[in-house]
Each structure stands twice: as structure tokens, then as C-alpha cells.
């Protein structure tokens, strides 16, 4: 079986994989917390499972992503593409159908190749087996082992892509909330996979500028699920695409808007390509990059702070600290029952701890919680999707074990 390889890797792919290391490291809670999972993810296959009139070419593509917890960034090598991935293509159930396995990175796509074009109106299966075993990675590994079938119908899936590119660019802006924080109550923290465990409250938001590309995605002869777009940031109208691809697919045609977001010192211009390309690697002929420059940003109407809630320090002090007390509640020192026995000492600063290691509590009104003195945190939008994509992954892998 030979393996064929392309040079760059979905840039959607590394966020879902970074994300799912990421999601579930526990630093200090590990008991508390599954172990990360690794290796390959399956996602879908074209044509899909139950598909008629499927196209004779004799290409099924299977739609994957990796990852790994000691480097969530890298593709897997040659070897252990050829240790690890097991496609094979029978006709009727039991006829093994030759071919070849490609590996696109850029779309994180494997592909079994058939070496001539398939039968019409017959009825195939794709077995797909990723030995995630035989890797030997960090973290738990679950093997897949997915079989598909669909029908061939009587037409070649002959023509690339009509994709006409991105039909506009505006550049705006996107709120990041900009936190405070402080240590949670250890009963919030059992089950939590972080560490420290903190509650936050949102102090001020940062406006970080906001690409927001508009295109149509197209219905392809054989439907539009064929279809991969790959969005390329580039440095100048000029430039060549240098950097892994965004990867979008749809289940649907129409209009379609991207929202990315930068870092807030990024200095434009801010340029894109937008390309479409299918199961066969054929792409569309468009070569349309869009622009626009800092100076025409759009800034948005700024976002109200709402009121912090602090309520769920870990050391919420006494709302009436430090407020004078009524002379009638004043305990009377010459009242044996009253608890004071003489003048309180002047050298003692009520304000100040007893142990000088004790961690210094934030004055109530201070505009701070009544705890730990926190620090700032800064929200990174990219991360954050990428922690959740690789959750949802997670959980669903968890769900079908």
C-alpha cells in the first residue's frame, strides 16, 4: 500500500486537537479528571453511509482528526500512518477492491484510491481501522473500526469545483471580557480539571480587531458535502498562502460568513484567499484575495461591565468589616461578661494578619473579592473554541466506548 502525503496541516484539525489535550489535563486533580485520550478521531466518510447514486470515480474519502498530548500540532509520520490506518473497500461483502491509500493533511482526509473506477448500481463497503494500539502514545487510545456501505450509481464525478471565492471582508471588532479572579470553594473544585480552581467575574473587555468573510458555498454535482473550503490568511495581497488553511465544510449550499478573530496588537492588512476543492483533490480556478487595513475598521458600540459577582470566594469576608459599629453595640469593657479584658494594644494593626505569611484579603469595596488578591486574565477566543471542539470530540468518543 503506498501513502501519499501533502504538506500542510488543517489548521481546524490542530485547534481540535490541541483542544482536546488541553480540555482534559489535570495538573494536581488527576484523580478526579479521565486521562486524556490520543490518536485518531473518526469524523465522517464521502460518499457517507447509505449513500445511492454514489459517484464511480473509485474515491472514498475519510474525514479524520489526530492528536497527540506530547505534540497536539503534528500530523502522524509515514510509519505510523502505515501502522495505524487500515482501509479496505469490498464489493458485496466479501470481493476485495485494489487500491492505494492518499493521506491529505490540509484537509485531514485519508483516502482509499481504487485502481480502476468502481462498478455501476453495485453496492460497496469501506472498512475503516485506526489501530490507535499500535502508536503507543501518552493517554488513553481507542481503536476505531467504522464500516460504511453505499450504492454506486452510473455517473463520474468529472468537474472541480464552481466556487467564485469571497464575495466581501468587513474588519471589525470582537469584545474579549477581561476577568479577575479568585480561589473557589474546594466543594466546586472535586470534579473541575484545572487548576487552581477559581471563580472569575468579568472587570472590562478588550476589543480585539474582527475579519468577517462572506462566500456561497456550492451544491456540487454529487451534493455539497464533497466539498472542502480552505481560508488562507495571507501577509499581502501578493503573498503566497504560507500557513495551514482553515478548513469549512457544509451540509447545505448558500451564504455563508466566517468570523475570525485577531490578537489586539495585530497590525494588518488583513488578506484573504478562499479556495474550494474536493474529495479528489481538484480545486476550484479562483485566485480573488480580498484586504482591508486597520484604517478601515469598524468599531463596535462598547459593552456594558456588568456588576462583578464575588460571591463565590473562597474567603468572602464580612460585609460589615471595617464599618464603625453604633455606640450601642459597643462592648463595655468594665462588664465582666463582656469579653474584653482591658485597653486593646495600640502597637497591633487591626488590618494586618497575625502570621506574615497569611495571604493579604482585599478590603470589602476595594473593588476586588474577599480573598487572595487575584490576577487578570485575558480572553484568547481561538483557544476556547478549540477547547470545546476538542471536548465535544471527547465526550462523544466517551459516549460510544
Known amino acids: 500500500m503506498t501513502v501519499a502525503r501533502t504538506p500542510l496541516l488543517s489548521l481546524s484539525l490542530m485547534i481540535a486537537a490541541a483542544g482536546l489535550a488541553a480540555s482534559l489535563v489535570a495538573p494536581g486533580l488527576a484523580e478526579a479528571c479521565s486521562p486524556p485520550l490520543s490518536g485518531w478521531f473518526f469524523i465522517d466518510t464521502v460518499p457517507a453511509d447509505g449513500d445511492v447514486d454514489a459517484p464511480i470515480n473509485g474515491v472514498v474519502a475519510v474525514r479524520v482528526a489526530f492528536s497527540d498530548p506530547s505534540d497536539a500540532l503534528r500530523f502522524p509520520s509515514e510509519d505510523e500512518i502505515e ?54 502514545l501518552e493517554g488513553d487510545s481507542i481503536n476505531e473500526d467504522r464500516s460504511i456501505s453505499f450504492t454506486t450509481g452510473d455517473r463520474f464525478d468529472e468537474a ?95 451564504a455563508q460568513t466566517l468570523h475570525l478573530t485577531f490578537p489586539l496588537d495585530a497590525p494588518g492588512p488583513f488578506c484573504f484567499l478562499a479556495r474550494a476543492v474536493d474529495i479528489y483533490g481538484r480545486r476550484d480556478g479562483n485566485d480573488s484575495v480580498l484586504c482591508r487595513t486597520l484604517d478601515e475598521l469598524r468599531p463596535i458600540a462598547a459593552v456594558e461591565v456588568p456588576e462583578p459577582d464575588r460571591s463565590q470566594c473562597a474567603e468572602t469576608p464580612d460585609l460589615d468589616a471595617g464599618m464603625e459599629p453604633d455606640a450601642d453595640d459597643q462592648p463595655d469593657a468594665s462588664d465582666p461578661d463582656s469579653g474584653v479584658v482591658g485597653e486593646p494594644d ?56
Open 346 to 401: 495600640a502597637s497591633v494593626d487591626p488590618d494586618e494578619p497575625d502570621d506574615e505569611d497569611a495571604p493579604v484579603v482585599n478590603a470589602p469595596g476595594a473593588g476586588q473579592c474577599g480573598c487572595t488578591t487575584p490576577t487578570t486574565r485575558r480572553g484568547a477566543p481561538i483557544g476556547a473554541l478549540a477547547a470545546l471542539l476538542g471536548l465535544a470530540l471527547t465526550l462523544a468518543r466517551r459516549r460510544q466506548a
Open 160 to 254: 472541480p469545483p464552481a466556487f467564485s471565492g469571497l464575495q466581501s471582508v468587513e474588519l471589525t471588532q470582537h469584545a474579549l471580557p477581561v476577568k479577575d479572579c479568585c480561589p473557589a470553594p474546594e466543594e466546586f473544585c472535586v470534579s473541575m480539571c484545572s487548576s487552581p480552581c477559581d471563580w472569575c467575574w468579568t472587570v472590562d473587555f478588550d476589543y480585539a480587531p474582527q475579519a468577517d468573510l462572506t462566500f456561497r458555498a456550492v451544491d456540487d454535482e454529487f451534493g455539497p458535502r464533497s466539498i472542502s473550503y480552505l481560508i488562507y490568511k495571507l501577509d499581502s495581497p501578493d503573498a503566497e498562502p504560507t500557513g495551514p488553511p482553515i478548513v469549512r465544510r457544509f451540509d447545505a449550499p448558500g
Open 83 to 136: 501502522r495505524s490506518v487500515r482501509l479496505t473497500l469490498t464489493r458485496d461483502g466479501d470481493e476485495i477492491i485494489p487500491g492505494d491509500l492518499e493521506v491529505d493533511q490540509e484537509l485531514g482526509e485519508l483516502r482509499f484510491v481504487a485502481a480502476r473506477p468502481l462498478a455501476e448500481g453495485i453496492t460497496f463497503t469501506l472498512r475503516v481501522e485506526l489501530l490507535n494500539s499500535a502508536l503507543n
